[in-house]
């Protein structure tokens, strides 16, 4: 994925949600307007841009990748965090925010996990080549690891009703880190079904659904601008 907006311009691949989908829901809940340069250039530009010199400024190893005029930046949860405290999504307390980065790397980790499940011959072949070997890594994902990513959101979700708030994963209003665990959960549901309904969750599961629920994200999610899933590999 890439993009540009007023704030910055978002490199991201484009025709699935990939990794792009969870700085894209940082833009759409802040209501900042962005250019997807996968889309309106295809995977051609996205190719240019990080691999073939087209980025004058601080290298990209991959997408997604943001550029604000000569300042550019990657890796999914750093671009999350970065664009958090420019959009008002992530806390001034210090403590509370390094909070928000922890949820951010796990949620990476679970991703990684997830999608290696899918891909236990060659991790960077098409699961459509390994299917078969593929099984029982998903089985083992779908029943060890994703209960345990699950019921961590639980936890953290818990401890903030204990602490007084509600609704949120960290403080009293929304950071991108409900953000990412909420494209967590959602692509844990697409991919890992019926081992996501098996998990006793509520707390997560209603904080999935009131994001969801949030105008702006709403509106994306029915929107033209929202990708479609991978048909595999938690992206």
């Known amino acids: 994925m890439a993009v540009r907006s007023n704030a910055g311009s978002l490199a991201l691949p484009s025709g699935i949600k990939g990794r792009g989908e969870y700085v894209r829901l940082v833009f759409e809940e802040a209501g900042v307007p962005y250019t997807d340069v996968g889309v309106t250039g295809g995977m ?6 990080c691999w073939k010199g087209g980025n004058t400024g601080f290298p990209v190893r991959a997408p997604p990748a943001i550029r604000r005029g000569d300042f550019v930046l990657c890796g999914t949860p ?24 922890q949820v951010l790397a796990v949620v ?20 459509k080549t390994q299917v078969e070997e593929s099984k029982p890594y998903v089985k083992q994902y779908g029943e060890q690891r994703l209960p345990k990513y699950m019921q961590h959101w639980e936890d953290i979700l818990r401890k903030n009703e204990a602490d007084g708030e509600q609704g949120f994963l960290i403080g009293n209003s929304l950071t991108v880190a409900d953000l990412a665990v909420y494209h967590y959960m959602a692509a844990a549901q697409q991919h890992y079904r019926a081992y996501f309904d098996a998990v006793e969750a509520p ?6 659904a009131r994001i969801a629920a949030r105008p702006r994200i709403a509106a994306y999610l029915s929107s ?5 899933w991978d048909t595999d590999s938690m992206m």
């Open 78 to 101: 750093v671009v999350q965090a970065y664009l958090g405290r420019e959009f008002g999504l992530m806390p001034a307390d210090p403590r509370a925010a390094a909070h928000v980065e």
């Open 203 to 208: 707390l997560a599961k209603a904080h999935q």
């Open 108 to 127: 990476t980790d679970g991703v990684a996990e997830g999608r290696l499940a899918f891909h236990p011959k060659d991790f960077y072949a098409s699961h």
């Open 224 to 228: 033209g601008r929202c990708q479609p």
């Open 44 to 49: 051609v530009s996205i190719i240019d841009f």
